[in-house]
């Protein structure tokens, strides 16, 4: 065996041994000709989406990794770590040569490599190529057993040496390695395994955690706790051997259990296992459409569970949490019916709440839907018909057209409408044969009382006089749109019967306008992100507009405040001191109700629905907690949800009133209609 030495690099004479037949200048040259400067990845760091308390919903990560600088890991620990790894890391260069000498030696007795000689440099090189590898030819060239991928390592530990501290070395490679079980750096393997910090880390502890780094599958305590302790013991007596602690203290430490499995404490990630699984995978929807976070879908999500993102959204956890009792209370999720509720601030689209009768998952009696928000994204359902809820924005429309509120028509109880046009946007529709009626007050009714009664021969006349188009354009102002197709609600003759599928989050926002007296704010759900050092990321800042005459809201305020008075659909529903405005909604054989209702602070819509093909009849074959639903109706069945999710999220919350309306939107019993805006003529 002959012994080579050489200039390897910068005047650094390293004896090799086991590269039999190459020249001196031969290999000096070779690692002369590899690269110099070692160029890592930023570390993959595991983001945080928060609620607006700041309490965490949720961990994203494609490493559970939380990045300490060195002084934020205890002593102990480092000794350990250099004690197994490299013992006289603060010693020798990039290369310990003593340890490559005997390691090649071995591996050329063998035929083969039986062992290493790597440094914690060579090692923290090793490591950051791993992690930077984007094929598998890369991974395969970074993990090969090759002397030259050896030397690479070692061209680039010499480079990394002259750059870095020792210190700085070491913190680099403790917040990269793999600890096992799914934990990349000691600051999350001593949360992950024992409940503590880096810094708290005690010498047993440590000991465990230095011995994982060699092999982080087998020596894992979770796979097999036999090995991990013999692994641990081992590290022990090295550090003994090395003097760094004393034969007591490592006859103490051995003689402690390796860890308590009861302390593990796996990292939920993802929003599986969020604490509101459903708001959650909605928010990082958005996220995903944030350009802020990346060129392409792709590179968001891969930015969002690497970057260290703190992500604070708008969830209000007491309002969610009283949205979720509400939902409790009446349903279960073994139901046939499911049930959804969307809570939102007036004046800021802040979205408070969200909750929903089935939970997460894909077993019995749990569903991957989210009944609150449109076909966007995988999760979302698609929304439901909203039956007379519509009405809101023929009332709207009709006021912005100067209809007071007081505009008669004579509604009975049932009218022959087949082939009557109305008028649309682009011209006129009709139905060859359609013939509606009501189900409840027929008569000479004012806009209030066809409200209060929901009387759809009123609303139908009223939506033929406006035309069709000026409700339509007011409810896509108000943000609403069909939830499926995720196109403009379709102009038909029963329009404002709520033929088009609409989901409770659109509802309850549009309902807000009317609450801020005509101020439209697009639903906020992200309120700020933060980098992993602080910094802000552009976010969709909140857009609010003036899309209706503030008079015109308080004009609907007053109509849908009626229905919510003794005697109103809604007359059951009313709470406390409260101004509260609302409107029911059921749509054609019960298959949905609706409430959706307000107060100047809060806005909600809940709905009850059949969710599963073919859509039945509530009335029959449907269960709600536990029992068959008896009145199938928005005040009867979705009414209660609402009633009791507000009236609890409205607790402690400032006593507001409503705007009255001016007297010519009140109107008088010689109010003359406004010309020519009758579709008929």
Known sequence: MSVLSGALAAGLVIPL????GVGTQK????????????????????????AADGSLIATLFAQNRVPVPLNRVSRVMRQAIVAIEDARFYEHGALDAKGTVRALIRNQTEGSVQQGGSSISQQYVKMSLVEKA????????????????KLTELRYAIALEKELSKDQILERYLNLANFGDGTYGVEAAAQHYFRTTAAKLTLPQAALLAGLVKNPTGYDPTNDAKRAKDRRDVVLRRMEELGVITAEQADDAIRTPVFDPKKVRKVPNGCAGARYPFYCAYVVSKLLQNPA????????????KTGGLSVTTSLDPRIQAAAQASINEYTSPRDTAVAAITVIEPGTGVVKGMAQ??????????????YN???????????????STMKAFTIAAAIAKGYPIDYRINSPAQIDLSGQPFRTCKGYTKDPDYRPRNSTTSGDLTMVEAARASTNTYFLQLSQRTGLCAPATMAAKLGLYNAQSLGALDQVVSFTLGVGYVTPLMLSNAYATFAARGKYCMPVLVTSVRDKSGRPISTTSPRCRQVIAPQVADGVNRVLSAVMEPGGTGGRLTFGRWDLAGKTGTIQDNRAVWYAGYAPNLAAASVVADANLPYTDLMYGHTLGGRDIADPTGSGTAGPLWKTAMERAMRGLPLRRFTPPPAKILGGENTEPPAGNDASR
């Open 17 to 20: 041994t086991g590269l039999v």
């Open 27 to 50: 290999v000096s040259d070779a690692v002369e000709s590899l690269p110099q400067e070692l160029t890592t990845e930023p570390l993959q760091v595991r983001s945080r989406i928060f």
């Open 134 to 149: 984007a094929t598998a030819e890369q991974r395969a060239a970074a993990t090969a057993v090759t002397y030259q991928r």
């Open 293 to 304: 976070l990346g060129a392409t879908p792709k590179e968001r999500e891969h930015y969002l």
């Open 357 to 370: 009768s089935r939970p997460y998952g894909n077993g019995r009696y749990q569903t991957a839907y989210n």
């Open 373 to 387: 928000v449109e076909k966007s994204y995988a999760g979302g359902y698609g929304g439901f018909q909203n039956g």
